[in-house]
């Protein structure tokens, strides 16, 4: 149980277009999920926190203009990077919150997805 | 910087050695987990301790936990080949917002 999945795995776009990243909880409900970004060799730096229904939380330095975050339903949350530029290419992860009570600090992983930005 | 710090940050071992990564924090803690990251790959979850255990057991794994010195250790017994990654420890805090910080992670390289 606990399956993120994240789509698509990898994509390549032109410099200025936008680009969604889909991410879904398969078996369980979640009311809040994350996402992360990564640089090569770097550590996962968390971007946002995704509450369904509501506005996402951005931390510090990010814009909020540049990545937009919907979580319209408890199974997916979308991240879309509006106008990329190459210094947009990164590793993308999102996370999904445990489903209950006991599981409330615990998140559960999605693969990943490789965004290059040519 | 919000991250923990992890060390070292780079670690080369001959297989059949142990390896032993540290991560340190700042915050108060519900938890610390740890993950592998296999090079371009998603996150493998390895172990979760949590703040009143001082020391768990997976396998070959052994994690500690002080909190009093905000730190822990993962220690990688009789290392293979396949263990090569890069090892993130992860903190959740006690505030309630549940979001991980994440350490910098250590890069290990086990030698055949």
């Known amino acids: 149980g606990a399956v993120v999945s994240q789509h698509p795995s990898w994509v390549i776009c032109k410099s200025g277009t936008s680009v969604k990243i889909e991410c879904r909880s398969l078996?369980?409900?979640?009311?809040?999920m994350f996402w992360y970004r990564q640089f090569p060799k770097q550590s996962l730096m968390l971007m946002a926190t995704s509450n369904e229904g509501s506005k996402a939380t951005y931390e510090q330095g990010v814009e909020k203009d540049k990545f937009l975050i919907n979580h319209a339903s408890l199974t997916l949350s979308t991240l879309t990077v509006t106008s990329a530029h190459p210094e947009d290419s990164s590793f993308y992860i999102c996370?999904?919150?445990?489903?209950?009570?006991?599981?409330?600090?615990?998140?559960?992983f999605g693969p990943g997805t490789r965004l290059t930005v040519t | 910087s919000q991250q923990g710090e992890e060390d070292p940050q780079a670690l080369s071992i001959q297989e059949g050695e142990n390896a032993t990564m540290n991560c340190s924090y700042k915050?108060?803690?519900?938890?610390l987990q740890w993950y592998r990251q296999n090079s371009g790959r998603g996150l493998v979850h390895l172990i979760l301790?949590?703040?009143?255990?001082r020391e768990k057991h997976s396998g070959r794994l052994r994690v500690t936990l002080d909190t009093s010195k905000k730190s822990s250790s993962l220690l990688i017994t009789a290392s293979r080949a396949a263990d090569t990654a890069s090892y993130f420890c992860a903190t959740v805090l006690t505030s309630g917002t549940y979001k991980y910080i994440f350490g910098t992670g250590t890069r290990l390289k086990v030698l055949a």
């Open positions: 301790i949590r703040s009143n255990e």
């Open positions: 078996d369980f409900q979640a009311t809040t």
């Open positions: 996370s999904a919150r445990g489903p209950n009570r006991d599981l409330a600090y615990e998140q559960y």
């Open positions: 915050t108060s803690i519900n938890n």
